[in-house]
């Protein structure tokens, strides 16, 4: 028995494994439009249906398929209740920062919403309150000093201490008129949409270059070359690294176990706290009698071994991480066996608040949406509102709080800064320190996969269950870090800036566009 095959449940996203696949072309030719978005998740798509639907000719390239990377693997909470935002914007940047954030993320909600009214999507769309709560009653003060924020910034928020889920908590900021929904049922009627209007998608097209000027040229890695207007880059992680984002971005990874339980036991609302590792619960419809319980969890470094400051018990690699996340939900809900396990990936931006608008200082037409911290569906819905009404002329007052431009001013960013960029030097300097991570690839046993020197280069080898070694270099062609195997997924990840590789090399997560070159062993 393999680790993967031990561990619970079936090893795929339940919003994958329930919607059908997508049918859009690879882009063949040459081709123009008024706007080109790479990237096609919850912001991609918001994004070029804005445009779509204000008259612009737009064309959508994506790497893999629509909706199947990071927005595939979401937990899918559509909410402006962002754990503990509201308190940290008001008292860094002010209270008209703190309502600009409470007004374009709730809008976002109500945005999704009508669309999918409007357009007639059943894509499970459910109103509920959003909770974030701590079992820590020294941190009573903090929660109550969040809900007055986040009321205070415009939405229907309070301070509680009781709440439907099976276990006693101290403190909760609960957000009403928030939701939850299903986002592949959605995005792929929008993205269906999106082609009626007239708008191209092309799938299995990945962008390795750009252009910029009047117009801008993206390249794709077969050569072809689309010229356009305007450019956006929604590939959650952004794959050109010009701006710099790189040094503000710090990739996290979070697991998702998922079971079914019967309506009477199951949450009414969606709650998360950053006790445990994190842990953040909601539920999807499954049937006349049964709710689908997701559980989110154990955040940590893609790449590492780290799990988060706030959790202090043993670590482990990604196995046991699922198998504790899993351990949890059945502790304490009246589950049935685990049905699904996945994991999402996100960026956090140094000062908490995402990046949404120019590319950088000197860009006149290319654009990016990125560092959405965990909250993608309300961050892209936003970001899709943002950048439609930037390039038609009328962005919104609000549009400078999520400017990728603004400074560096505060304190706490620069601390977040020097934290983040900390890591990654350890990481790129640190791992090469190390002689080998195993002395041979004989050791390498099946199923599993490791770093090795061989013949004076660092190879990553991965050891299939017949066997057979798969050698590529363990140098990510992002910034040349050094990757790291993980077991339960099957993959090599980059500790600086969150790319990962399948066990040939082939790129399955930016921002590295180039796969890890095979080596011979």
Known sequence: ????????????????????????????????????????????????????????????LEADRVAAGVTGYTTAKLTAA?????????????????????GSQQAAVERVASVAAELGID????????????????????????????AEAGLNADFVTETDLPFTVAAAVRVADQAQFHPRKYLLALADDIAARGGVIHERTRVTGLSEGSPCTVTTERGN??????????????????????????????????????????????????????????????????????????????GTGDTSESFTPGTGDTSERFRRLDAWMHEHFAVGPTSYRWAAQDNDVSDGVPLVGPYHPGARHVYVATGFGGWGMSGGAMAGQLLASTLTGAAPEWAGLYDPRRLWSTLREGTALLKQQGEVARHFVGDRLRTTHVDSVAEIAPGSGAV????????????????????????????????????????????CHGSRFGIDGEVLHGPALRPLPPRKI
């Open 225 to 302: 070359t689309v010229t356009a207007r305007d450019v956006v880059v929604t590939t959650h992680y952004p794959v050109f690294d010009r701006a710099l984002h790189f040094a503000r971005l710090s990739p996290r990874r979070e697991l998702v176990v998922a079971a079914p339980l019967p309506v009477s036991q199951a949450p009414k609302h969606m709650y998360i706290t950053d006790d445990m590792g994190k842990r953040s619960v909601r539920t999807a419809p499954l049937g006349e009698d049964m709710r689908l319980l997701i559980v989110t969890g154990e955040s940590f470094t893609p």
């Open 1 to 60: 028995m393999t680790t993967r095959d031990a561990l619970p449940g079936m090893d795929d996203s339940y919003w994958m494994a329930t919607t059908p696949g997508t049918p859009w072309p690879a882009l063949e030719d040459d081709a123009a439009a008024d706007v080109v978005v790479i990237g096609a998740g919850m912001a991609g798509l918001s994004a070029a249906w804005e445009l779509t639907a204000a008259g612009r000719k737009v064309i959508v």
């Open 82 to 102: 962002h754990s503990l935002v509201y308190g940290r914007l008001r008292r860094t940047r002010g209270r008209d920062s703190a309502r600009w954030y409470a």
């Open 123 to 150: 894509c499970d769309f459910e109103r509920a309150s959003a909770l974030t709560f701590t079992t820590d009653p020294e941190e009573r003060a903090a929660f109550e000093a969040e809900a007055d924020a986040a």
């Open 452 to 495: 090795v020197r061989v013949e004076g280069r660092r190879c990553a080898v991965y050891r299939d269950e017949s066997g057979t070694a798969h050698a590529v270099s363990a140098r990510c062609t992002h910034l040349g870090c050094l990757v790291a195997f993980n077991e339960a997924e099957t993959a090599w990840e980059c500790p």
